[in-house]
C-alpha cells in the first residue's frame, strides 16, 4: 500500500515537473499562434485593431527586450520577409501597367498609320481623277496636246520619262521639282553610277554628288529607246507605260517658274545663258552692240535677263513654236502624284508604294522651297494683262494638280 501511494506521488511530481518544462520550453521559444496563417496583402486580425512591431510569431520578454534594440536602426528578418512579396506585387503592378501603356501606344500608332496610309490612298486618288477629268474634256480647259496621243510625241521629248527596268518605275521629272533627289534615287536604283571611294554603285541617294545626276548618260529614258530598240521602241514605251509604276512631283505652277529663273539667272549658268538668256536680251533688252560671248563676261558687265523679260519670253508665239517648254508629261497616266509641298510624307509614301523603301531613303537636307508668299513681290513689276496671259497658258497646270487660281496676283 505504502509502495502504490509513493508511486501516486511519484506520478504527480512527474506531471508537474512536465508541466513545468513545457512552460518553460514555450515561454523561451515563444508560443504558437491561435490565428491561421494570412494572406501578406490582408494582414492578421492584430493588424485591424491597431499596428504591430513585428511580423512573425510572439516573443519572449527578454527576446523582445533583445531585439527592440536593434528594430530601430534595422528590421527584423521576418519583417523583411514580409515586405518583399509586397514590394514584388507593387513591381508586378508597375509593368503590367507599363505593358498595357504600351499596347495601346502601339495601337494608338497603327491606327495613326492606317488613318494616315487611308489619307494618303484618298489623296492620291483624288489627284489622279483630277488629271483624267481634265485631260478627258470635262473641265472647260484647253491645253495644245489634249488630245494628243502618247504614240504621237516625238521621240526628242520624251527626254523626262526616265526608266528603270530592275525596280519597273519610270519617272518623269519636272524641273525645280526635287527632280535633283529623286534622279539620286533613281542612280541608286539603276546602279549607274561607280562610287570612286568604293568601286561600286552608290547605295545611299544622298552620297551621290548631285552636280552628276543631271547628266543625260546615267539615265536610260524614253528619247534613247529608238538608239537601243529601234523599231521596237514605241511597243516597247506601251508596254512599260502600261506594267511599270508611273510617278511624278509637282508644284505650284508659278512658283515653279519663280524658282527656275532665281536658279538659272542669279548665278552664272552657262547653257542657260547661251540657250535662253542671250536669246531674252536680244529680243527683249534693248542691248546695244553684240552681247558677251560668256556667261562670265555677261555677269561681270551686269547684263543677265530680268523676270519681266522673261515672262515675255514665255508669253512670245515664237517661244510657244519652239516648244522648249512643250509639258510633254500631261499625256501620261500616273500611279502616283506627288507635291513639292508635302514631299517627306509623299516620298515616304511612294517607296513603300515602289517596295524599294527597305533600300534606301529619300534624301534629307535643304530643299529649294520658294515660298508661294513671294509671287506678289515678284509679279509686283510685271503688268496685271501680262499675268493674266501667264495664267492663261498655265491654268492647265493649275486644274490638273488642284492648285488653287493666284487671285492675289491676278487682280492687283
Same mark, same amino acid.
Given at each position: 500500500?505504502?509502495? /502504490?501511494?509513493?508511486?501516486?506521488? $511519484?506520478?504527480?511530481?512527474?506531471?508537474?515537473?512536465?508541466?513545468?518544462?513545457?512552460?518553460?520550453?514555450?515561454?523561451?521559444?515563444?508560443?504558437?499562434?491561435?490565428?491561421?496563417?494570412?494572406?501578406?496583402?490582408?494582414?492578421?486580425?492584430?493588424?485591424?485593431?491597431?499596428?504591430?512591431?513585428?511580423?512573425?510569431?510572439?516573443?519572449?520578454?527578454?527576446?523582445?527586450?533583445?531585439?527592440?534594440? !536593434?528594430?530601430?536602426?534595422?528590421?527584423? $528578418? $521576418?519583417?523583411?520577409?514580409?515586405?518583399?512579396?509586397?514590394?514584388?506585387?507593387?513591381?508586378?503592378?508597375?509593368?503590367? &501597367?507599363?505593358?498595357? @501603356?504600351?499596347?495601346?501606344? #502601339?495601337?494608338?500608332?497603327?491606327?495613326? +498609320?492606317?488613318?494616315?496610309?487611308?489619307?494618303?490612298?484618298?489623296?492620291?486618288?483624288? #489627284?489622279?481623277?483630277?488629271?483624267?477629268?481634265?485631260?478627258?474634256?470635262? =473641265?472647260?480647259?484647253?491645253?495644245? +496636246?489634249?488630245?494628243?496621243?502618247?504614240?504621237?510625241?516625238?521621240?526628242?521629248?520624251?527626254?523626262?520619262?526616265?526608266?528603270?527596268?530592275?525596280?519597273?518605275?519610270?519617272?518623269?521629272?519636272?524641273?525645280?521639282?526635287?527632280?535633283?533627289?529623286?534622279?539620286?534615287?533613281?542612280?541608286?536604283?539603276? @546602279?549607274?553610277?561607280?562610287?570612286?571611294?568604293? +568601286?561600286?554603285?552608290?547605295? &545611299?541617294?544622298?552620297?551621290?554628288?548631285?552636280?552628276?545626276?543631271?547628266?543625260?548618260?546615267?539615265?536610260?529614258?524614253?528619247?534613247?529607246?529608238?538608239?537601243?530598240?529601234?523599231?521596237?521602241?514605241?511597243?516597247?514605251?506601251?508596254?512599260?507605260?502600261?506594267?511599270?509604276?508611273?510617278?511624278?512631283?509637282?508644284? =505650284?505652277?508659278?512658283?515653279?517658274?519663280?524658282?527656275?529663273?532665281?536658279?538659272?539667272?542669279?548665278?552664272?549658268?552657262?547653257?542657260?545663258?547661251?540657250?535662253?538668256?542671250?536669246?531674252?536680251?536680244? #529680243?527683249?533688252?534693248?542691248?546695244?552692240?553684240?552681247?558677251?560671248?560668256?556667261?562670265?563676261? $555677261?555677269?561681270?558687265?551686269?547684263?543677265?535677263?530680268?523676270?519681266?523679260?522673261?515672262?515675255?519670253?514665255?508669253?512670245?508665239?515664237?517661244?510657244?513654236?519652239?516648244?522648249?517648254?512643250?509639258?510633254? /508629261?500631261?499625256?501620261?497616266?500616273?500611279?502616283?502624284?506627288? #507635291?513639292?509641298?508635302?514631299?517627306?510624307?509623299?516620298?515616304?509614301?511612294?517607296?513603300?508604294?515602289?517596295?524599294?523603301?527597305?533600300?534606301?531613303?529619300?534624301? !534629307?537636307?535643304?530643299?529649294?522651297?520658294?515660298?508661294?508668299?513671294?509671287?506678289? =513681290? /515678284?509679279?509686283?513689276?510685271?503688268?496685271?494683262?501680262?499675268?493674266?496671259?501667264?495664267?492663261?497658258?498655265?491654268?492647265?497646270?493649275?486644274?490638273?494638280?488642284?492648285?488653287?487660281?493666284?487671285?492675289?496676283?491676278?487682280?492687283?
Amino acid at each position: 500500500m505504502g509502495i /502504490w501511494r509513493g508511486l501516486r506521488v $511519484a506520478f504527480v511530481l512527474g506531471s508537474l515537473f512536465m508541466i513545468l518544462l513545457i512552460i518553460v520550453y514555450w515561454d523561451d521559444v515563444g508560443g504558437f499562434s491561435l490565428y491561421p496563417l494570412q494572406d501578406p496583402k490582408h494582414g492578421s486580425p492584430d493588424a485591424q485593431s491597431g499596428p504591430r512591431t513585428t511580423a512573425g510569431p510572439s516573443l519572449s520578454p527578454s527576446t523582445a527586450r533583445a531585439q527592440a534594440s !536593434s528594430s530601430v536602426t534595422a528590421p527584423t $528578418a $521576418a519583417f523583411t520577409t514580409k515586405l518583399t512579396p509586397e514590394k514584388k506585387r507593387g513591381e508586378e503592378l508597375r509593368q503590367e &501597367d507599363k505593358r498595357e @501603356q504600351e499596347v495601346e501606344t #502601339r495601337e494608338e500608332d497603327e491606327e495613326r +498609320g492606317r488613318s494616315r496610309a487611308s489619307v494618303d490612298v484618298g489623296e492620291q486618288e483624288a #489627284r489622279k481623277q483630277r488629271i483624267m477629268d481634265v485631260c478627258s474634256g470635262q =473641265d472647260a480647259v484647253e491645253f495644245p +496636246g489634249r488630245t494628243r496621243p502618247f504614240e504621237q510625241i516625238p521621240n526628242r521629248e520624251l527626254d523626262h520619262l526616265i526608266v528603270d527596268d530592275t525596280h519597273q518605275i519610270i519617272y518623269c521629272y519636272v524641273p525645280k521639282v526635287a527632280c535633283t533627289n529623286w534622279k539620286r534615287v533613281m542612280v541608286v536604283l539603276s @546602279q549607274s553610277l561607280i562610287s570612286p571611294s568604293s +568601286g561600286k554603285p552608290y547605295t &545611299d541617294p544622298e552620297a551621290v554628288p548631285p552636280d552628276l545626276v543631271h547628266n543625260s548618260t546615267l539615265h536610260l529614258t524614253f528619247a534613247k529607246f529608238w538608239r537601243h530598240y529601234g523599231s521596237l521602241s514605241r511597243h516597247l514605251m506601251a508596254l512599260k507605260l502600261q506594267h511599270y509604276t508611273k510617278f511624278l512631283f509637282v508644284r =505650284d505652277p508659278f512658283v515653279r517658274l519663280i524658282s527656275a529663273f532665281r536658279n538659272k539667272s542669279g548665278r552664272p549658268n552657262q547653257d542657260f545663258y547661251k540657250q535662253f538668256g542671250s536669246v531674252m536680251l536680244r #529680243r527683249y533688252g534693248n542691248v546695244s552692240g553684240s552681247l558677251p560671248e560668256t556667261v562670265a563676261e $555677261a555677269f561681270a558687265a551686269g547684263i543677265k535677263p530680268t523676270f519681266q523679260q522673261f515672262v515675255t519670253y514665255l508669253l512670245d508665239p515664237d517661244t510657244e513654236q519652239e516648244s522648249v517648254f512643250n509639258e510633254h /508629261w500631261r499625256q501620261v497616266k500616273y500611279d502616283f502624284i506627288g #507635291r513639292l509641298e508635302t514631299l517627306e510624307p509623299d516620298a515616304d509614301h511612294l517607296l513603300k508604294l515602289l517596295k524599294v523603301d527597305h533600300l534606301l531613303r529619300f534624301p !534629307s537636307g535643304a530643299r529649294n522651297r520658294t515660298a508661294t508668299s513671294w509671287e506678289r =513681290d /515678284w509679279f509686283a513689276q510685271i503688268p496685271v494683262t501680262m499675268r493674266r496671259e501667264l495664267y492663261k497658258l498655265y491654268e492647265p497646270d493649275f486644274e490638273l494638280f488642284g492648285y488653287p487660281k493666284p487671285d492675289s496676283v491676278l487682280h492687283q
